[in-house]
């Protein structure tokens, strides 16, 4: 139990284009739900916590207008990656707590290039 | 906000040989520790956790320790085999929020 399902698994856009990003629960209602940023060989980077109904908390450097965050029901949050840029390749990962047992559950990731 | 760190970067053992990550942090409210394995491209797979109650936790060849007291935590992989060889991070959980280590790549010498 307690899967969440990330869509894409990839894509590649043009610069300048948004690019959008979901992690739905598929057993369980996620209220909250945590974004990560991984650059190459590097570490999972806390970009945002959204939560169902509320607006989102951006952690320090992230910018909110260009990362857009979701979470309009307790199964679905998005991220909106706007104007995109090649700095902005990255692999993205959504991850939710788990009421059960506690833990967290992974997204499979989403590689974005941007060229 | 929680700041974990984590050491070495990279550890090459011998098959058969211990392996053994060292972590720290710096949230003392911090009560969740997991650690993960990543493979290139995919989801970080758990493999361990311990919670802030428990001192050390072992499955198989994988155990946890953890030092409150002194803010930090350890893995320890035994009998090291080629399967191991991954990235392993660490991380600890401060108001919900996950914080991972910078991450240590593990290779398994045949």
């Known amino acids: 139990g307690a899967v969440v399902s990330q869509h894409p698994s990839w894509v590649i856009c043009k610069s300048g284009t948004s690019v959008k990003i979901e992690c739905r629960s598929l057993?369980?209602?996620?209220?909250?739900m945590f974004w990560y940023r991984q650059f190459p060989k590097q570490s999972l980077m806390l970009m945002a916590t959204?939560?169902?109904?509320?607006?989102?908390?951006?952690e320090q450097g992230v910018e909110k207008d260009k990362f857009l965050i979701n979470h309009a029901s307790l199964t679905l949050s998005t991220l909106t990656v706007t104007s995109a840029h090649p700095e902005d390749s990255s692999f993205y990962i959504c991850s939710a707590p788990r009421a059960a047992g506690g833990g967290y559950t992974f997204g499979s990731g989403t590689r974005l290039t941007v060229v | 906000g929680e700041n974990v760190e984590q050491h070495p970067s990279t550890l090459s053992v011998q098959e058969g040989d211990s392996a053994v990550i060292k972590c720290t942090y710096s949230?003392?409210?911090?009560?969740?520790f997991p650690w993960y394995k990543q493979e290139l491209g995919k989801r970080p797979q758990l493999i361990i956790d311990i919670r802030s109650n428990v001192g050390e936790k072992k499955d198989q060849r994988i155990a946890v320790t953890l030092n409150k007291t002194a803010k930090h935590f350890s893995l320890h992989i035994t009998e090291t085999q080629p399967e191991d060889s991954a990235v392993y991070f660490c991380a600890a959980t401060s108001d919900y929020k996950l914080s991972f280590g910078a991450g240590t790549t593990v290779t398994v010498r045949a």
């Open positions: 959204s939560n169902e109904g509320s607006k989102a908390t951006y």
């Open positions: 057993d369980f209602q996620a209220t909250t």
């Open positions: 949230d003392s409210a911090s009560n969740y």
